[in-house]
T-cell receptor, first 112, second 113 residues
Framework: GNSVTQMEGPVTLSEEAFLTINCTYT??????LFWYVQYPGEGLQLLLK?????DKGSNKGFEATYRKETTSFHLEKGSVQVSDSAVYFCALISGRDDKIIFGKGTRLHILP | TAGITQAPTSQILAAGRSMTLRCTQD?????MYWYRQDLGLGLRLIHY???????GKGEVPDGYSVSRANTDDFPLTLASAVPSQTSVYFCASSELAGGGTQYFGPGTRLLVL
């Protein structure tokens, strides 16, 4: 079945550091891939998405590229801020299954 | 636009009691979802509705029921609460079932004692 695996947290970085959160997936067909972010005390909100191979999603300085050959969708940001502290979820929707599949989330702490 | 609202924000409930968690969206989305979020387990789908009048079971439906009488409302009912239902509950919606962005409510924090 479909699944999403993302790196376990928490991840702790200093402000202005480079961020990578790894995400790999298993899916039938050609899934759409997403990163959602959950700030403390809030629900999830879409951060970025990509719907086909080699697409790059970007938002708020974050980027992720849909890599079909490695079945990956790693999240990156060149210079993180304290306000980026949150939980990040990788997710997919497969064309054969209309239910979104979430990874378990990666908690990110940014220190000033 | 309010998006998705959930009520109550938080609740302490005695085991064995019933409770309905409310969810309302004003985006006229067809599909709606209920998830529970537990530490270390991420989000798990409880029930979903692809369109008004239809519902389906998700990954962890036992002990929960839902109804979708109209497009806007998707209440989740716990008929007889148990401590293992202590969790944070999120309602979400999407314009269509499958393929689209999901929009989440702020959550309901439930403690069952």
């Amino acid at each position: 079945g479909n699944s999403v695996t993302q790196m376990e947290g928490p991840v702790t970085l200093s402000e202005e550091a480079f961020l990578t959160i790894n995400c790999t997936y298993t899916a039938t067909g050609y899934p759409s891939l997403f990163w959602y972010v959950q700030y403390p005390g809030e629900g999830l909100q879409l951060l970025l998405k990509a719907t086909k191979a080699d697409d790059k999603g970007s938002n708020k300085g974050f980027e992720a590229t849909y890599r079909k050959e490695t079945t990956s969708f790693h999240l990156e940001k060149g210079s993180v801020q304290v306000s980026d502290s949150a939980v990040y979820f990788c997710a997919l929707i497969s064309g054969r299954d209309d239910k979104i599949i979430f990874g378990k989330g990666t908690r990110l702490h940014i220190l000033p | 636009t309010a998006g998705i609202t959930q009520a109550p924000t938080s609740q302490i409930l005695a085991a064995g009691r019933s409770m309905t968690l409310r969810c309302t969206q004003d985006m006229r989305h067809n599909a709606m979802y209920w998830y529970r979020q537990d530490l270390g387990l991420g989000l798990r789908l409880i029930h979903y509705s692809n369109t008004a009048g239809t519902t389906g079971k998700g990954e962890v439906p036992d002990g929960y029921s839902v109804s979708r009488a109209n497009t806007d409302d998707f209440p989740l009912t716990l008929a007889s609460a148990v401590p293992s239902q202590t969790s944070v509950y999120f309602c979400a919606s999407s314009e269509l079932a499958g393929g689209g962005t999901q929009y989440f409510g702020p959550g309901t924090r439930l403690l069952v004692l």
